[in-house]
Every structure is written in C-alpha cells, then in structure tokens.
C-alpha cells in the first residue's frame, strides 16, 4: 500500500535508497523497528518540524517557495513526506521511520480523519505561502 498524498505531474519514481544505518546500531534491531506498523496498519502520522532539515550536508529547500524551515514531516510506513506552507510536498527517501521516531518525541496526539484535513487543520495547504509562523 503506498500513500499519494497529491497528485503531481512527475512521472518517474525516485529511486530507492536504503537508509545508512547508524554508528553503533544492530541491524537485526533496526530492521524490526522499519518494519512495525506505526500504531497500527495503515497509520499515517505528522510532525510539525520548525527547523532547518539537511540532507546530505545540503539544506533542504520547497521548490515551489524556496523556503528553507518551517516543515510538516508526514509518516506512513517506511516512507516519509516532506510538506511546506506553500503546499508543495515531496517524498524524501532520506528520512527513515527511525529518524522520524527520533524527532518526534512528544506524547501530545491530535488525530485527524484524513491527511487532507490534517494539513489544513496544521497550515499546511497552501493558505500560509510565504511566512513562517514560530
């Protein structure tokens, strides 16, 4: 099963690059945390992530606005997406579900019927293009 969150005109996949695995971690253990379901199947989960993402080294910056912070980071199985206040949204092979795990480590839950509705409820459907809210 794989989530579309929107439909864009891109016609190629982007190719699948496996995740480095950390300094010090067993890969049997990171193996069995990549393939758990998040809170159950089909889990789609958000983030709201103000800073400044880097890839690589390489700042990440939304195509459509040029931003460079201010992210919503949206989790459903192993894949993660990156979305901005403009609307603009990419699936980031760089993020795995650990890094995920790893910045959200916040109890607060607020659970939404759908991802559209959550990104709207979050500012992240394009009504906010161009200001940072912090």
Do not use: K
Not at 84 to 107: K, M, N, V
Request: overall charge negative.
């Amino acid at each position: 099963m794989t989530l579309v969150l929107r439909a864009t005109d891109h016609t190629t996949e982007p190719a699948p690059v496996l995740p480095a695995l950390l300094a010090g971690t067993d890969p049997l253990l990171y193996i069995q945390n990549e393939t758990q379901p998040a809170d159950g199947p089909g889990a789609t989960r958000c983030l709201s992530h103000p800073q400044e993402l880097a890839f690589g080294g390489i700042p990440a910056m939304c195509s459509g606005c040029r931003a460079r912070r201010d992210w919503l980071l949206i989790n459903h199985g192993r894949n993660v997406w990156v979305c901005c206040r403009c609307g603009d949204q990419w699936l980031e092979p760089e993020i795995s579900r650990a890094d995920f795990d790893a910045l959200s480590g916040t109890p607060d839950v607020t659970n939404y019927p759908s991802v559209e509705q959550a990104l709207t409820a979050l500012g992240f459907d394009g009504a906010f293009a161009g200001t940072y809210l912090a």
